[in-house]
C-alpha cells in the first residue's frame, strides 16, 4: 500500500475529547461498552490521565510519567497503549491525554477519542477548561439505586468498600448536575440520560447520543454481543457488562440499610422540591419523610468534602510517592495485581516497554 493510501485510510480525529461521566454504579461502564461497539468511537476505560494531573507538576521524562499512570490502574497496559508513539518530550497533562487518547483510537482507526470515569463527576468544569472542545454525555441513576449497587459489588472488590462512599454518590449525584449546569453556561456540549431509560431502551437513547454526536447510529449499539470488554476489570460487579445482553433492572431484595435508605430518600425529597436532581424528580416510598435537618445538610456536605479532598491526597501520594512503597502498601493490602503493574514500571524504566504489552484484566487504585 502506498504511503498516501496509508494517510487516507487515518480517520480526521475529533477537534475534543468525548466524556462519558456519572458517579460510581450510575451505568458508565454500561454505556462505555455500547459506545465503543460504534465503529467511529474508542474510548478508554477509566484511563483518568487527567485525574493525575500532579504528575506532571515537576518535569518527568516519558518513561517516568507513563510508569505512574500505569502504577495507578494499569491504563498502559489494558489499552495496550504503544509508547513508543509518543514523544519524548510531552510535559503537560494535556498533552500526554491528547496524545495517548488519540493513540488507542488510532487502534480501532475512530474519529471520536476520549474516555469514560465515574471519578471526575464534581470536577468537570476544571476538565473543560483543559479541553475547550470536550463533549460530555452525562448518565444519570437514582441515588437509591446507586448505592444498592455499591453494597453489591463490594462483595467481591474492596473498591467499593470505601469509608463513606455511599455519601460521596448520594451528594456527588447533586454535584454532577450543578457540574452539568456550569458547563451550559458556559456553551459547552452536554449531553444527559437516564440509566433506566438506556436499559429499556437503548436503540432510542443511544440514537440520541449519535445525533448529538454528529455521527449516524449503528446497529451493534444496541448489544453487547462482541463487545471489546478487554480493558474492562474483572469481578462480579461487571457481570453486566460482560454479558451479552442489556438487562433492565429488576427488583431484588433489599440491601439498603433502613438508616442509608431515609437519609437517601429525605434528601430526594429536598432535591425534588428545589427541581434539582432529574433523576429523583419522581415520588418514592419515601416522599413522606421530612427533608434533611440544616444540621445534617452542613456536616453531610463538610464531611463530603473531606472525602472528596482525602480522593484529591490520594491522587497526590500515587504521583510522587516511591513506587516501591505504593507496592509494598498495595501487597500488605491484599491486591493481588499490583506487581504486574511494578514489573511494567520496570520496563518503562529501561526502555523495553513495547506495544506488544501483556494484557492486564484488573486493577485497583483504592488507597
Given at each position: 500500500?502506498?504511503?498516501?493510501?496509508?494517510?487516507?485510510?487515518?480517520?480526521?480525529?475529533?477537534?475534543?475529547?468525548?466524556?462519558?461521566v456519572g458517579v460510581p454504579r450510575s451505568g458508565t461502564s454500561l454505556l462505555y461498552a455500547l459506545l465503543n461497539q460504534h465503529p467511529q468511537i474508542a474510548l478508554l476505560y477509566e484511563g483518568d490521565l487527567p485525574s493525575l494531573?500532579?504528575?506532571?507538576?515537576?518535569?518527568?521524562?516519558?518513561?517516568?510519567?507513563?510508569?505512574?499512570?500505569?502504577?495507578?490502574?494499569g491504563s498502559v497496559e489494558r489499552h495496550q497503549i504503544d509508547t513508543s508513539r509518543i514523544p519524548p518530550d510531552v510535559s503537560d497533562v494535556r498533552t500526554a491525554t491528547e496524545i495517548a487518547y488519540k493513540q488507542y483510537a488510532q487502534q480501532k482507526n475512530a474519529s471520536i477519542w476520549g474516555c469514560k470515569s465515574p471519578n471526575q463527576y464534581d470536577s468537570l468544569v476544571p476538565l473543560a477548561d483543559l479541553f475547550p472542545n470536550a463533549r460530555f454525555v452525562m448518565i444519570r441513576r437514582?441515588?437509591?439505586?446507586?448505592?444498592?449497587?455499591?453494597?453489591?459489588?463490594?462483595?467481591?472488590?474492596?473498591?467499593?468498600?470505601?469509608?463513606?462512599?455511599?455519601?460521596?454518590?448520594?451528594?456527588?449525584?447533586?454535584?454532577?448536575?450543578?457540574?452539568?449546569?456550569?458547563?451550559?453556561?458556559?456553551?459547552?456540549?452536554?449531553?444527559?440520560?437516564?440509566?433506566?431509560?438506556?436499559?429499556?431502551?437503548?436503540?432510542?437513547?443511544?440514537?440520541?447520543?449519535?445525533?448529538?454526536?454528529?455521527?449516524?447510529?449503528?446497529?451493534?449499539?444496541?448489544?453487547?454481543?462482541?463487545?471489546?470488554?478487554?480493558?474492562?476489570?474483572?469481578?462480579?460487579?461487571?457481570?453486566?457488562v460482560r454479558g451479552e445482553t442489556i438487562v433492565a433492572s429488576r427488583k431484588r431484595s433489599e440491601v439498603l440499610p433502613a438508616k442509608l435508605r431515609n437519609k437517601i430518600e429525605r434528601?430526594?425529597?429536598?432535591?425534588?422540591?428545589?427541581?434539582?436532581?432529574?433523576?429523583?424528580?419522581?415520588?418514592?416510598?419515601?416522599?413522606?419523610?421530612?427533608?434533611?435537618?440544616?444540621?445534617?445538610?452542613?456536616?453531610?456536605?463538610?464531611?463530603?468534602?473531606?472525602?472528596?479532598?482525602?480522593?484529591?491526597?490520594?491522587?497526590?501520594?500515587?504521583?510522587?510517592?516511591?513506587?516501591?512503597?505504593?507496592?509494598?502498601?498495595?501487597?500488605w493490602k491484599g491486591d493481588p495485581h499490583v506487581m504486574r503493574f511494578a514489573s511494567a514500571g520496570e520496563r518503562f524504566r529501561t526502555g523495553t516497554g513495547s506495544d506488544n504489552q501483556p494484557q492486564v484484566k484488573q486493577a485497583n487504585n483504592v488507597a
Open positions: 500500500m502506498s504511503t498516501n493510501s496509508a494517510e487516507e485510510n487515518i480517520p480526521q480525529m475529533s477537534d475534543g475529547p468525548l466524556f462519558v494531573w500532579p504528575l506532571f507538576l515537576t518535569r518527568r521524562s516519558k518513561s517516568q510519567w507513563l510508569e505512574r499512570w500505569n502504577f495507578w490502574n437514582d441515588p437509591a439505586d446507586v448505592c444498592r449497587s455499591i453494597i453489591q459489588a463490594s462483595k467481591d472488590n474492596p473498591r467499593f468498600k470505601q469509608r463513606g462512599l455511599a455519601l460521596r454518590v448520594l451528594l456527588g449525584s447533586y454535584r454532577l448536575q450543578i457540574e452539568r449546569d456550569r458547563l451550559l453556561q458556559r456553551g459547552a456540549q452536554v449531553h444527559e440520560l437516564q440509566y433506566q431509560d438506556l436499559t429499556r431502551t437503548p436503540a432510542e437513547e443511544l440514537t440520541k447520543i449519535c445525533t448529538f454526536l454528529g455521527i449516524p447510529f449503528h446497529p451493534s449499539m444496541t448489544s453487547l454481543q462482541n463487545a471489546d470488554r478487554s480493558a474492562v476489570m474483572e469481578g462480579s460487579h461487571n457481570t453486566m434528601y430526594k425529597n429536598l432535591w425534588r422540591q428545589q427541581d434539582v436532581d432529574g433523576a429523583t424528580s419522581h415520588a418514592s416510598e419515601g416522599s413522606h419523610l421530612p427533608k434533611p435537618t440544616l444540621l445534617e445538610r452542613v456536616y453531610d456536605q463538610l464531611l463530603y468534602r473531606v472525602l472528596r479532598s482525602w480522593d484529591s491526597f490520594v491522587v497526590f501520594v500515587y504521583c510522587f510517592a516511591p513506587i516501591k512503597l505504593l507496592a509494598a502498601y498495595r501487597t
